[in-house]
């Protein structure tokens, strides 16, 4: 997506693509997440442990982009030591990085299995182009999502006789979330660049505020109408006829349709069940774990660290980013960072090959 008409994507190897081939040592560059949306940084990775603390500190986050981390991760691991020993070592060190999203052990795999196969002279090359691949599927799985979706907008406008389409979100799953166009974003983009007019209403999604971080400033540059609101207002705005469509991406989507997303997902959903507003989750295939079928007991949902609970940042009057507390010194916080709607509450998932009810995501890949 573009930044300033300058075009970007959220990860990609230093001296592009092709770079391996000349048997450079190469480094991954992101954008840092974390200094969003006051400052946009570049950051270089140079190493495997640096890979596994950017996703941890989550300077790259949202389930397909930790995916393509963890890829490149690799690469940077095998780059230095290409033997097995510590191809494991280094898939085992990724996997402990964050436990939800299940686009992380997806590409680990793809990678270990992928590079376990050769021998350790060729693992370098095979590594970058693996993990460059994982990012190409990844954007072309993200536009594929927008199609669909924009079907679905384009339906529900027609029905509604309304002029414009609100469409509520939940975190940032938009392309900062993954390697390009996002996926409940995707659909947006779509409609915004057809000549559809759609607003987006922007939960802020505490504790660490990735709605009105990232979410409402990749809407900003792409020039989509949004509103930000509080994680609470959602449910107010439904009973006044104010939300149309409820679109959320996902970090891990069992085979029965239920589906694991930032925290405060299921809320919405209640609420969107209530109101009748059709609930969608927008989801590319590495995010679907065929292996479960219950979302609340097979899936670990990820406890971070309550300071981010008691402590929020923002940008202060001389310029600074700032944290302050907002919770009594001696309060005791909890941050489950996930949670889990029942494939009950969900109208539809988009996914690359169309949208799809819960019960018949099964059949929509086989
Ligand atoms: O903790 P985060 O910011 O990594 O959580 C991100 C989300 O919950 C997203 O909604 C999800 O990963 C879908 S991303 C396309």
């Given at each position: 997506m573009k930044i300033d008409e300058k075009y970007y994507r959220t990860i990609w190897p230093t001296h592009g693509a092709e770079a391996h081939k000349n048997d450079a040592m190469l480094a991954v560059e992101i954008i840092d997440q974390t200094m969003l949306p006051h400052r946009f940084e570049i950051k270089a990775v140079h190493c495997l442990e640096e890979m596994v603390t950017a996703i941890k500190t989550m300077q790259v986050r949202g389930a397909p982009l930790i995916g393509a981390a963890a890829a490149y991760g690799m690469a940077l691991a095998v780059q230095s030591d290409a033997s097995d020993i510590h191809l494991e070592k280094s898939a085992q060190a990724l996997l402990l990085s964050r436990p939800t999203a299940v686009n992380l052990r997806w590409a680990v795999n793809r990678m270990h299995q992928h590079l376990a196969a050769l021998p350790s002279e060729a693992r370098h090359s095979a590594a970058w182009q693996e993990a460059a691949l994982i990012c190409e599927e990844d954007v072309q799985m993200n536009h594929a999502i927008g199609q669909h979706g924009l079907a679905l907008i384009q339906s529900a406008l027609a029905k509604s006789n309304k002029n414009t389409l609100n469409i509520l979100t939940h975190c940032n799953a938009g392309w900062l979330a993954t390697v390009d166009w996002g996926t409940a974003l995707a659909p947006v983009y779509a409609a915004h660049d057809a000549g559809l007019n759609v607003h987006v209403w922007v939960d802020e999604t505490r504790p660490r505020n990735q709605g009105a971080s990232l979410t409402a400033w990749e809407l900003g540059q792409h020039g989509v109408p949004h509103t930000v609101i509080s994680d609470n207002a959602g449910g107010h705005l439904m009973q006044h006829g104010q939300v149309d469509m409820v679109i959320v991406g996902a970090d891990r989507?069992?085979?029965?349709?239920?589906?694991?997303?930032?925290i405060g997902t299921y809320l919405k959903a209640l609420a969107a069940f209530d109101n009748q507003v059709p609930f969608y989750a927008a989801v590319p295939s590495p995010t679907i774990d065929w292996t479960i079928q219950d979302?609340?007991?097979?899936?670990?949902?990820?406890m971070r660290d309550a300071d981010e609970v008691s402590y929020m940042s923002g940008l202060a009057s001389d310029g600074t980013v700032q944290s302050v507390r907002v919770t009594p010194a001696h309060s005791h916080a909890l941050n489950p960072a996930f949670d889990v709607t029942p494939a009950r509450f969900v109208t539809g998932i988009i996914t690359e090959r169309g949208v799809t009810t819960p019960s018949r995501l099964k059949q929509r890949f086989e």
């Amino acid at each position: 997506m573009k930044i300033d008409e300058k075009y970007y994507r959220t990860i990609w190897p230093t001296h592009g693509a092709e770079a391996h081939k000349n048997d450079a040592m190469l480094a991954v560059e992101i954008i840092d997440q974390t200094m969003l949306p006051h400052r946009f940084e570049i950051k270089a990775v140079h190493c495997l442990e640096e890979m596994v603390t950017a996703i941890k500190t989550m300077q790259v986050r949202g389930a397909p982009l930790i995916g393509a981390a963890a890829a490149y991760g690799m690469a940077l691991a095998v780059q230095s030591d290409a033997s097995d020993i510590h191809l494991e070592k280094s898939a085992q060190a990724l996997l402990l990085s964050r436990p939800t999203a299940v686009n992380l052990r997806w590409a680990v795999n793809r990678m270990h299995q992928h590079l376990a196969a050769l021998p350790s002279e060729a693992r370098h090359s095979a590594a970058w182009q693996e993990a460059a691949l994982i990012c190409e599927e990844d954007v072309q799985m993200n536009h594929a999502i927008g199609q669909h979706g924009l079907a679905l907008i384009q339906s529900a406008l027609a029905k509604s006789n309304k002029n414009t389409l609100n469409i509520l979100t939940h975190c940032n799953a938009g392309w900062l979330a993954t390697v390009d166009w996002g996926t409940a974003l995707a659909p947006v983009y779509a409609a915004h660049d057809a000549g559809l007019n759609v607003h987006v209403w922007v939960d802020e999604t505490r504790p660490r505020n990735q709605g009105a971080s990232l979410t409402a400033w990749e809407l900003g540059q792409h020039g989509v109408p949004h509103t930000v609101i509080s994680d609470n207002a959602g449910g107010h705005l439904m009973q006044h006829g104010q939300v149309d469509m409820v679109i959320v991406g996902a970090d891990r989507v069992t085979s029965t349709g239920d589906v694991c997303n930032k925290i405060g997902t299921y809320l919405k959903a209640l609420a969107a069940f209530d109101n009748q507003v059709p609930f969608y989750a927008a989801v590319p295939s590495p995010t679907i774990d065929w292996t479960i079928q219950d979302g609340l007991s097979d899936i670990e949902i990820e406890m971070r660290d309550a300071d981010e609970v008691s402590y929020m940042s923002g940008l202060a009057s001389d310029g600074t980013v700032q944290s302050v507390r907002v919770t009594p010194a001696h309060s005791h916080a909890l941050n489950p960072a996930f949670d889990v709607t029942p494939a009950r509450f969900v109208t539809g998932i988009i996914t690359e090959r169309g949208v799809t009810t819960p019960s018949r995501l099964k059949q929509r890949f086989e």
